[in-house]
């Protein structure tokens, strides 16, 4: 095995023989053998081992055994110690899924202090099936099929193309040690169900199974590129760019056949895994919206509007410099035009040399003041709302055009003094509202 | 199961309770069940039985037992006898192919000849997870795991949601008598080793596994359906359609990604399952082609040329009416012009009132003679050849563009005389060798 994995690292990863890496072990035998490998072909790594006190004395066992494998192979050993179990609290998290964050941040930082390019880790073909079995068990999309891949960003895969059996059947012609491996603590009931029940029996249905299950991720990776070639196109066709959102036309949506095939697949990388709320939305009623992890997607007339939801949480809206037309959170359109007419309730003109951008479009809060149009001095909101007789609806609808700190327009309602035109102005913007 | 299964047919299948259908019925489990279960409802159907005479007193069992089964249900039975095993030999291909091919092919004379509309078939959701796991085991592409559908073309399986633990259930409960269907013969050894060993392991990992399998299946589907969208977009950007066959530029093809993955999605629908004959193709030389069962993809210079193989073997290219240019099997471009210059090696001009369409372009066989331009009385090719010094390739090389059984022009070399343009001609055809 040590001559392929030469030849296979001199084919595929020429980049770990020229550089230092770091090596996540665990003990285990897979990256005990990978330790070894990669020692034998005199590359230059160091160990990481991750120590997360989930099992007590044998978690510090596995410590304590990573250290002297450093020391048998003559390679450095980064050592760090998780309150995994506090992180699962804080964070409200899956045992497994504090592990995952907790070791790929402190591989980061690690990678980051020492200028270390490449993560190396000892994931092998058993773990792409048993990662399969359990997506289908579970239910699953193309993406929980496909396996994880040899090469992505800093991180490679050298044992991916190799099976359990010929990594033990190697590790015990080298006569290697290992700790038995339990850190998948949360998959581990299912992890060793398939292991010892389900493969063995996958793979008496044909003598090349686990060559056949690696074309299998092969074309069906080759499919799901495919599809999102489709979707991108139908991305760059449909999802118009404004200020800061995306503007997406709710009736072309429609159109699309499997709609809720495209809809998973458009609003995924957004965060929003769950299509139905996203099919929800087209028919439902201006103004609704669904949140991911980052995005807030809200329907607005005929259109879906898809945003950051930072801007919509503190509720700021930039418009950058330039003619601009945005529908949300209002329908507002700007241009330079060359003479002022009237100023009216629904448009108004502003001299664009004492504005400040990026403009914002903001609700209001207590203590704003504006300076109002033909006005000498300034007047509190709260005091305009009132003699304007304005309901308690219509106030928390007002939406503010801001310049810095000063209100440019209470949209709809009164301009600004200080923003005027004068004889002075060399720039009109006229702002109205649609 | 009754309840749900009558609802199930009106939301999904109301075709069912409209028309007379064949239930296909081995006299297993699933078909007997079917068959109660269509009686219950009070659906019309008739029942179709394939003796496939593999397994001797068994298969004449099998009849019988659905010759009883009709009775008891008062539904007519129509039985066929086949040789399956001279069938095996004589189209060399599987036991299993083989039954599948004879049982359609009867299905199908029994649908016409009834005026009947629906083939109604007993898969059920266990199928899938077996062809699946059968698929995989073998290595395969979405295809391959997306299942059978519940309705497609004439044929309709409503039990296809329901598991095979539920179906027995259903049946013990009711009482029902079935034989132990054994007609998938060559998969046999597979389907049950998965049923009995890796199906229920698998229904272990997870409460809702088959549930889950399902909607797994939906979301493959979904993937497989926008990823055949994106082909049929190449497809259109690219297969250009001319007379009788499809160019497509090689260069073009090489800029897409993946592009085995598009190589195998464009041509698979034409029979080609390799890509890497067609990969290979794409460099080959001038003149290389590969076959599938039907067509023939053909390099010549910079375009693949994608046709039919009958046209290819008969070696006959038919020109319909009308302006044409073809690159194969031969570059030539035909329209029509106001008036006729000189005729020429490479460009002749017919009177095209004297045609007969379509037009054909062929090699020349034994026998073959002509009118040359010019001359009176015609000429036979083979000494026409001769008197012109060509080898032995020049002569294989040679085109025909003829007319019926006339030859108009010996390509590149020498015009017909009774198609020439006269002075009562009204319509000019130029043809020119590109």
Redesign the interface.
């Known amino acids: 095995m040590l001559k392929d994995f030469q030849s296979h690292i001199l084919d595929n990863f020429p980049e770990l023989t020229k550089n230092k890496f770091l090596l996540a072990c665990s003990g285990g035998l897979d990256s005990v053998l990978l330790s070894y490998l990669c020692k034998e072909s005199e590359m230059d790594f160091i160990l990481a081992h991750c120590n997360f006190r989930l099992r007590g004395a044998a978690s510090d066992g596995d410590e304590k055994f990573v250290k002297e494998l450093g020391n048998r192979l003559g390679r450095p050993v980064l050592v760090t110690h998780f309150d995994t179990m506090g992180y699962v609290h804080s964070h409200r998290v899956s045992v497994q899924m504090a592990a995952r964050e907790l070791r790929y941040q402190w591989f980061k930082g690690l990678m980051e202090e020492h200028g270390i390019a490449y993560l190396v880790m000892a994931h092998h073909a058993d773990d792409n099936l048993e990662t399969f079995?359990?997506n289908?068990?579970?239910?699953?999309?193309?993406d929980g099929?496909t396996g994880i891949p040899e090469a992505t960003g800093q991180i490679r895969r050298p044992l991916l193309k190799y099976t359990r059996d010929t990594i033990l059947a190697h590790a015990k012609e080298m006569d290697l040690q290992w700790r038995e491996d339990e850190s998948n603590a949360d998959t581990k009931y299912?992890r060793n169900?398939?292991r010892q029940?389900?493969v063995p029996?996958?793979k008496?249905?044909?003598p090349?199974?686990m060559?056949?299950?690696e074309?299998?991720l092969g074309?069906?990776?080759?499919?799901?590129?495919?599809?999102e070639?489709?979707?991108e196109?139908v991305r760059e066709r449909l999802f118009q760019r404004e200020n800061q959102y995306l503007k997406i036309s709710v009736s072309e949506l429609k159109k699309l056949?499997?709609l809720?095939?495209?809809l998973?697949?458009l609003f995924k990388e957004f965060g929003f895994t769950e299509w139905q709320n996203v099919a929800e939305l087209l028919d439902a009623m201006s103004g609704k919206s669904v949140y991911s992890a980052e995005y807030v997607l809200l329907k607005n007339r005929d259109y879906l509007i898809l945003a950051k939801k930072t801007a919509q949480e503190k509720g700021v809206f930039e418009i950058e410099e330039g003619d601009f037309k945005i529908d949300y959170p209002i329908g507002l359109e700007g241009k330079e035009v060359l003479e002022k007419k009237d100023t009216t309730a629904r448009i108004i003109y502003l001299d664009k040399n004492t504005l400040k951008y990026p403009l914002t479009v903001r609700k209001w809060e207590k203590g704003d003041y504006f300076y109002p149009l033909g006005m000498k001095g300034k007047k509190k909101l709260s005091k305009y709302f009132k003699d304007e007789k304005l309901d308690l609806f219509s106030k928390q609808e007002q939406w503010l055009l801001c310049s810095g700190d000063a209100i440019v327009w209470v949209i709809g309602r009164r301009a600004d003094d200080r923003f005027k035109v004068t004889e002075s102005t060399k720039e009109i913007l006229s702002v109205a509202l649609l």
């Open positions: 079995l359990i289908l068990s579970r239910g699953t999309g193309i099929l299912l169900k398939i029940e389900i029996k996958l008496e249905l044909h090349a199974f060559e056949n299950f074309r299998t074309f069906l990776k080759e499919t799901q590129e495919i599809s070639n489709e979707l196109r056949r499997p809720h095939g495209y998973y697949g």
